[in-house]
């Protein structure tokens, strides 16, 4: 009974270790536009939009190396594997704005990249899943060394009373300005 058990998990992992190395080679092609990257507020200060920050992450350790998590002549060793390829990073959802949403605030933004027109931008953001947080609209505000972003984020009224996970997700929405941006600045409205 335990030698099917033991092939079944064997196989098991096997497919997992394939899925993985298969997800990380597929998000290696990257873009050449420039990012860039805005701060982001403390939790719970003024004018962060209260929207969640991005997950902590943790250190991994070294491919091969072993982890005992209780020493002892009694612990569990087990390797990390190794997986060829590049280090995977999560993957926007790509989404649109949507008017008419109840309960609207300003959601702070984490980057900003410019395309090569000068005036699309890729504007990522990090909020939770829907219908609790979608986004409404995006105002754009034009000034001379400055261009304002501000997203703004609600929930789905049509969706009624729903219980949606505390989940942070990275979503990015493109901006289309009517003007080149021209050297100037990309500022968080909302931070």
Request: overall charge negative.
């Amino acid at each position: 009974m335990r030698q099917p058990i033991r092939a079944l998990l064997a196989a098991a992992v096997a497919v997992v270790a394939i899925l993985v190395a298969a997800a990380t080679s597929s998000s290696a092609a990257t873009s050449s536009a420039a990012t860039v990257h805005m701060p982001s507020s403390a939790p719970g200060s003024p004018g962060t939009g209260g929207g969640p920050p991005p997950p902590a992450v943790a250190p991994s350790p070294e491919c091969g190396s072993e982890q005992a998590p209780d020493p002892g002549p009694d612990a569990t060793v087990a390797t990390v594997p190794c997986i060829p390829g590049p280090q995977r990073r999560p993957q926007p959802l790509i989404v649109v704005p949507r008017s008419g949403m109840a309960n609207i605030r300003s959601m702070a933004f984490t980057s900003a990249t410019v395309r090569s027109d000068d005036r699309t931008l890729d504007v990522r953001f990090w909020s939770g899943v829907e219908p609790c947080s979608v986004l409404d609209h995006v105002e754009v505000a034009y000034g001379t060394d400055a261009v304002t972003i501000t997203l703004f984020e609600g929930s789905d009224p049509s969706a009624g009373m729903v219980a949606c996970p505390d989940i942070a997700m990275l979503k990015q929405v493109t901006v289309q300005l009517a003007q080149a941006l021209a050297g100037r600045r990309i500022v968080d409205g909302a931070a």
